[in-house]
């Protein structure tokens, strides 16, 4: 028996090496493009585009604004096509989540997750949609559209205003319907946002 297991592929996909003396860098293929022909290393201004932290008090977020009209059509144009002209029912087929409505389901038999339901800070929506949207080029939007978008999707679910301008200092200061859902870390050296 070998003293080394090189490759193992799991259900198609993932790839594991194993050595007695640990796993290298060169025994776990680092190189998939090369080796299943797709795919690519990420170059610096790949992450560069997605390299941020926006923290919940505004730290982190990129200067920039939007306004509800500008992000009305940034969503049109960007965001309809999966998640759907009223944000709250998406595109079948596109495995998009909705974005709006939801709000008191969440102890629910049939809780609906979604911004305006679930998530505790307006950051991450705007960090979330810097790092991953649109789904076929992610990382592609520029801030002031991202500003824009989070302004009307935000405005559509009536947690702000639709004269709203948003900016790093007005998404801090975005009350969320969920804010207080979450228990707080308790942990000492763990910042807390409230």
Partial sequence: MSTNIKKMILGGCCVIALGLGGVTVADAGNNYS????????????DIAKVDTDVMPDGRGAPPGQGTYAEGKKVYANTCAACHGADMAKPVKGTGAAPLRGGRGTLTSGKPKKT??????????LFDYTKRAMPFNAPGSMKDNDIYAVVAYILAEGKIISKDTVMNAKALAKVKMPNRNGFIS????????YD
């Fill in 34 to 45: 090369h080796e299943y022909g797709f795919g690519s290393n990420a170059s610096a201004a």
């Fill in 115 to 124: 911004v305006e339901s679930y998530w505790p800070y307006a950051s991450t």
């Fill in 185 to 192: 870390d308790p942990r000492p050296d763990v910042f807390n």
